[in-house]
């Protein structure tokens, strides 16, 4: 996983934070806002509020540029498809895939991807079942979803092949033309915490390891790809610097990015981890946090 750029600094108090950068200089004028979806920028029943709607149309016509930064695949983005503007891109995968949301379900069109390497990801199915035996693994692909026999019904969806991973991952297994995005490793009685940790010292640079789901699921990744690697990416194509981009996010998978933006705002249910990565904080994703903060920010560059 990408290591921030700056240190995080933590929130002097759960207030919005409107009137310092991230590092404690005067605001700048946000070119960019990332927004985190899940239990971010979606209500828990996965809708996006009007009051969201709104704000997020009112940023792209002050001329601020909206980017969707998620872990979920291209194909989960059909929650959002109906309020892209402007550029239409999506960074999905926690960073392994930079996607053109403009066509709709099932007709996204990958833009840049950041693979994991075969070889890498056989390294770490070994080395964390050795280091956790029960963990079992999906692999996530470009178009393509497969899974081992034991890993749970976790998304709404059947899998393209049921295999063990090592074979899935062999040259000649299923998928072998499409490139591996993530990993997902899944344990059955670990801690959430506990097994990122563990994860993250077993696998060492052979992968990045993060998590952003509420149960004992990892996502495995190439070794410089993050949400924060990916933006920034995405960013200087643009010619905007991280003091310009605002970002949200609730779990481990946000930490890089919003310890990377220039302004950056922990969700009220976010992970303790984000609260101490991000510059501010906001209300809970129920509550319209990014909205709230979107219409501050519009409200002050007026």
């Known amino acids: 996983m990408t290591s921030a750029t700056r240190q995080p600094q933590n929130p002097a108090s759960p207030a919005l934070s409107t009137s310092l950068g991230q590092d404690g200089g005067p605001v700048v004028r946000p070119r960019l806002i990332a927004t985190d979806l899940d239990g971010t920028l979606l209500r828990d029943d996965k809708s ?15 001329g601020v540029e909206v980017f969707f930064v998620t872990g979920r ?5 059909d929650v959002v498809s109906d309020h892209v503007h ?9 960073g392994a895939a930079v996607v053109d949301l403009h066509g709709g379900p099932g007709t996204h069109r990958f833009v840049k991807v950041r693979e994991l390497a075969r070889e890498n990801a056989l390294d770490a199915v070994r080395l964390l079942r050795d280091a956790a035996p029960g ?17 749970p019904k976790l998304h709404m969806e059947t899998p393209d092949a049921l295999a063990p991973a090592e074979d899935i991952l062999a040259p000649d297994g299923p998928g072998a033309a499409e490139p591996v995005l993530k990993i997902l490793a899944y344990h059955p009685t670990l801690d959430p915490d506990a097994f990122l940790t563990l994860a993250r010292v077993a696998i060492g640079d052979r992968a990045g390891v993060t998590r952003s789901s ?13 949400k924060a690697s990916t933006l920034a ?33 922990a969700m009220g249910n976010a992970h303790p981890d ?28 007026a």
């Open 48 to 62: 996006v509020s009007p009051r969201t709607v709104a704000a997020l149309a009112a940023a792209e016509k002050a």
């Open 73 to 77: 695949p291209a194909r989960w983005m």
């Open 86 to 94: 402007g550029h239409g891109l999506a960074i999905c995968g926690n």
């Open 135 to 151: 963990t079992v693994y999906a692999v996530e692909q470009t178009y393509g979803f497969h899974q081992e026999p034991d890993y």
């Open 214 to 226: 509420p149960s004992a699921l990892l996502e495995i990744s190439g070794p410089d790809v993050s």
């Open 233 to 265: 990416l995405c960013c200087a194509e643009r010619g905007i610097s991280h003091e310009e981009v605002v970002a949200f996010g609730d779990m481990p998978n946000d930490v890089e990015m919003l310890t990377w933006a220039g302004r950056s705002y």
């Open 274 to 301: 984000v609260i101490a990565a991000a510059s501010g904080r906001t209300v809970a994703n129920n509550e319209d946090g990014v909205a709230v903060v979107i219409e501050q920010l519009l409200a002050e560059h």
